[in-house]
């Protein structure tokens, strides 16, 4: 296909999909994502519709692929090296806390939101300017500024607040410090030579540093809420992806498992299981602790365990949402090591966490998303996302006597279920 073609081809896939989304919209009564302050946040489009669902992803990766090639590569590789302005923009946005100070039903003057934020005209102005052009806030007439969509979600959705902190500002430094980390700890598997350590001079690892910083284990465990509610990675998944019925009333340990979220939301399906959440000392702090809701009280608990140490608690499934990708192949071996105490024959080990596909398979939102997060691991923790094969690899090397049995991704998920059972 030539580069013409290939700009028709996509204008019309880009007509093709349009219609089919605003027809499915249109026939349930539905309106668009809007930027509008009042506007729909999120597109309206179930999953279950698999033609419309379907129809809007291959929308957004077609005007992805347009956009690139009206740019052209020259043009599009000069405004990939700038995009970091955005983060500049958006941190801004968060550190001044320029969001709540706009109010919600009215207009405010740069001068009047520059008083209220105290930070200078000057330099307020073009950081907020800025920001509109990814869509938050917008100017309705010249000298005023007033809330879009995206804007008020940082004052209303503290989950989408605390992602937007924690990416922007927790993490700022870091990122751009992952090149430096690597230069000076080559080949590191330690989750102290990282990014983080080096932005902040820091020899603590990751989740040891999240305690350590004011206010950032609370933020990331908002924050994870935020990741953990985006499409393709709702608790629904992890809650219908697994034949939990068959545990009948059976034990599973949550390690790692933060606030018990995920764990609330597999017991409250299915009434005869019993939820241990684990998590470390820190995690469990008052300031940071969550509660069990009333209904759960005599079926779930909140423990803490640090899953380096040697496992005590017999049960028949041990669950483990977003942790090994965030560990180095030595110390995932270590957790699978350290779990061999507790178990008991047949015992299933059960990961909820990332496969990456093979280059090109996956759909474009998907893998952009999935290579994302692969090199974010080495911002904070030395790791990796992992293919199939480096799964059932980790169980082999860390026991024999563990049975790597299949892993699957649920329908509409993004998340693979990845399950290893005991044999010892």
Known sequence: MTSLERLTSLSDTIAEKTKIVTEYLSSKGLEAASFDVNGLDEFPISPDDKVPSQARLDLIAATRELHGLALGPKEGLRYLAWDSVNSLSLQAVYEFQIAENVPLDRTISYQELAEKVNVPLLKLRPLVRHAMTNHIFYEPSKGLVAHSRTSRLLVENPQMHAWVG?????????????????????????????????????DLAWFDFLQKKEGLAKRYSLAMEAHGGGEGFKVEHTVEGYPWAELGEGTVVDMGGNQGYVSFAIARAYPKL????????????????????????????????????????VADVYFLRWIFHGFSEKYCIEILRQLRPALKKRARILINDGVLPDPGVAGAVEEKSMR????????????????????????????????????????????WLIEAEWTG
Do not use: C
């Not at 993490?171 to 090149?179: E, F, G, H, K, R």
């Open 166 to 202: 924690f990416f922007s500002e927790d993490l700022w430094n870091p990122i751009a410090s992952v090149v430096n980390a690597m230069k000076k700890w080559p080949n590191s598997q330690e989750p102290n030579e990282t990014g983080v350590n080096f932005a902040n001079n820091s």
């Open 274 to 313: 019993k939820f241990i959440v684990q998590d470390t000392a820190g995690m469990r702090a008052p300031e940071v602790i969550g509660t069990i809701p009333e209904d759960l009280k005599d079926r779930a608990y909140l423990t803490t365990h640090n899953f380096f140490m040697e496992q005590t608690v």
């Open 372 to 415: 994302t997060m692969d090199v974010m691991m080495q911002v904070t923790v030395n790791a990796r996302e992992r293919e199939i094969d480096d799964w059932a690899e980790l169980f082999k090397t860390a026991d024999e006597r563990y049975r790597f049995l299949k892993a699957w991704k649920p329908e509409k998920s993004r998340m």
